[in-house]
C-alpha cells in the first residue's frame, strides 16, 4: 500500500518560517514528478512548489517564489518544503503529491498518490 505522511505543519507569526517533510512508502518515486499543493479554508486546492523527475527542475506558483523551496531526498523516499518568511495569506491545509510520470506539471489530475495532508497557519 502506497502512503504519503506529512509532517511538519504549525502555527507559526507572520515572517516566521516552517519546514514541512512527506514520507513516502510502499514504493519508491525517485524519478518521478513530486510536487506541494494547497488548500486553504473556502478556497479550491492549488499547486504550490514542484520538482520533476526526469530532470530535477523545480517551478513554483508565483505567489511564493523566492520564499519556499522544494527539495527530495531519494534515498529517504522523502520531499520537503522549506516555508520562509510566512504570510497570514499562506494558511492553509499542505498536500504533498506524487506523479506517475517524470515531467513537470501543475496539473492535479497528474498526481496520483496524496498525502493526508497537514495544517499550516499564519498569524498576523
Known amino acids: 500500500q502506497v502512503r504519503l505522511v506529512e509532517s511538519g505543519g504549525g502555527l507559526v507569526q507572520a515572517g516566521g518560517s516552517l519546514g514541512l517533510s512527506c514520507a513516502a512508502s510502499g514504493r519508491s518515486f525517485s524519478g518521478h514528478t513530486v510536487a506541494w499543493f494547497r488548500q486553504a479554508p473556502g478556497r479550491e486546492r492549488e499547486f504550490v512548489a514542484g520538482l520533476s523527475g526526469r530532470d530535477s527542475i523545480t517551478y513554483y506558483t508565483d505567489s511564493v517564489k523566492g520564499r519556499f523551496t522544494i527539495s527530495r531526498d531519494n534515498a529517504k523516499n522523502s520531499v520537503y518544503l522549506q516555508m520562509n518568511s510566512l504570510k497570514p495569506e499562506d494558511t492553509a491545509v499542505y498536500y504533498c503529491?506524487?506523479?506517475?510520470?517524470?515531467?513537470?506539471?501543475?496539473?492535479?489530475?497528474?498526481?496520483?498518490?496524496w498525502g493526508q495532508g497537514t495544517q499550516v497557519t499564519v498569524s498576523s
Open positions: 503529491a506524487a506523479a506517475s510520470g517524470v515531467y513537470a506539471t501543475r496539473r492535479e489530475s497528474d498526481y496520483h498518490y
